[in-house]
């Protein structure tokens, strides 16, 4: 599990826990629209509280599946960024459509986590109940669409449908802004950390077979083109991405 993924899990299920040993506790960091301006900490606690068990436990799941490959993908830092600017967007979006309605839970963060899944894989097959295949790109648009007809209805059943659309636009906008081949990217140096930037040199040394196949393309893509122009013609996000593959190199210190 990547480093995010784990800290994020633990969480939002240690403040699930404090929700039902301090009652008053939700209230207090519950996300109500309207109050936004005299509240302004609930656009970020909201994402941490739950309504149930049930509602963490998909979203944990989600988080769960989805978050690791895409981490591995754009690194921990933009991870990160991702989670929240979706989560945030999620609730900035509620302002506009539901002022009134409280709201809490990871949902549009995980929502998210979701679309960049999709955007990286589209073609992947999620497991709906653990029965019925559907691809990535499907089920995101899918859920759209079931947001975009529930919010306007009225948001039946107490779900949050315009934090989950907000949680979607917040994560398109964000990868487009990072996405190299838009020529919009707005976070120019590397984020692989010195010891992880040292192991590139390793690269020969990576072992495809071993790698979740999510990743599994991608990576080829990356060493197929060490091998035609040299590793120096990565990318920033090229280099964090394959660091996370990179063996650590076998020489121990001595004294």
């Known amino acids: 599990m990547t480093p995010w993924v784990r800290r994020l899990l ?108 999709a955007m990286f894989w589209p073609r992947v097959q999620i497991l709906i109940y653990g029965i019925i ?14 947001s975009i007809w529930s919010g306007f209805r009225g948001s039946q059943g107490g779900v949050a449908d315009f934090a989950h659309l907000g949680g979607y636009l917040g994560a398109f906008v964000f990868l487009r802004l990072i996405d190299p081949a838009r020529r919009v990217a707005r ?25 979740h196949e999510v990743n599994r393309d991608e990576l080829n893509r990356i060493l197929d083109k060490i091998n035609a122009t040299g590793l120096p013609s990565l990318t920033p996000e090229e280099r964090v991405f394959l660091a996370n593959f990179v063996p650590p190199d076998d020489r121990t210190a001595t004294n």
Do not use: C
Not at 59 to 71: A, D, I, K, T
Not at 95 to 109: E, K, L, R, T, W
Not at 133 to 146: G, K, M, N, S
Not at 192 to 205: C, E, F, H, I, Q
């Open 10 to 117: 633990i969480a939002n299920i240690f403040v699930f826990f404090v929700q039902y040993t301090m009652p008053a506790f939700t209230d207090a960091f519950a996300f109500v629209p309207s109050y936004a301006l005299f509240r302004p900490w609930t656009i970020v606690t909201y994402m941490f509280l739950h309504a149930g068990l049930s509602h963490i436990f998909f979203n944990m799941l989600g988080l769960y599946f989805f978050g690791p490959q895409v981490e591995a993908r754009i690194g921990s830092t933009r991870f990160f960024q991702l989670y929240f600017i979706s989560g945030i967007s999620g609730g900035l979006l509620s302002v506009v459509f539901a002022p009134n309605a409280a709201i809490v839970g990871a949902s549009a963060a995980v929502f998210g986590v979701m679309l960049a899944f």
């Open 133 to 146: 295949p559907v691809e990535a790109r499907w089920l995101v648009l899918f859920t759209t669409a079931i």
């Open 187 to 211: 976070f120019k140096a590397s984020t692989v950390s010195k010891p992880a930037a040292d192991r590139l040199s390793n690269w020969k040394r990576v072992d495809v077979a071993r790698v």
